[in-house]
């Protein structure tokens, strides 16, 4: 639109994989629907909610393929979910913060192509009162 302000939607993880998803037809342009999202904004912050650097790369593989430079930031949760019915594997809650940072500088060192623009937090907050290590309390 020539604006200043950029424009870029969280996307789930599977909008590239799923049933619903791999094969959408837009414009004349059949593709997974991660596709269509990234070409219509400035950038898509993948909610990419797995606790290991493996899964994490695994899972925006094909966003950070395809996108331009600076365009897929990762999203990774940190909240304790216990309770909520989701997969521990979800977040870092129960790992901790140390066991967190060394998958994400994984993650960094793993990440090479110009579209990965970085990691963001799911909840600030979480991350705030973070155990260090598991079982742990927060350290700010």
């Known amino acids: 639109s020539g604006q200043q302000l950029l424009v870029g939607p969280a996307i789930p993880f599977w909008f590239d994989s799923s049933d619903c998803c791999t094969a959408i037809t837009w414009h004349g342009k059949t593709a997974p629907l991660s596709d269509h999202v990234q070409d219509l904004t400035d950038y898509v912050s993948l909610m990419d909610y797995t606790d290991t650097a493996s899964g994490i790369i695994a899972r925006a593989s094909h966003e950070i393929a395809y996108g331009a430079p600076q365009s897929v930031v990762i999203g990774v949760e940190s ?62």
């Open 79 to 140: 909240k304790d979910l216990s309770g909520t019915g989701d997969p521990e594997t979800v977040t870092f809650y129960e790992e901790g913060r140390v066991y967190m940072e060394s998958e994400l500088d994984k993650v960094y060192a793993a990440e090479t192509s110009t579209a990965f623009a970085g990691i963001a937090m799911h909840h600030y907050g979480s991350l705030l009162v973070l155990p260090h290590v598991p079982g742990g309390r927060a350290v700010p």
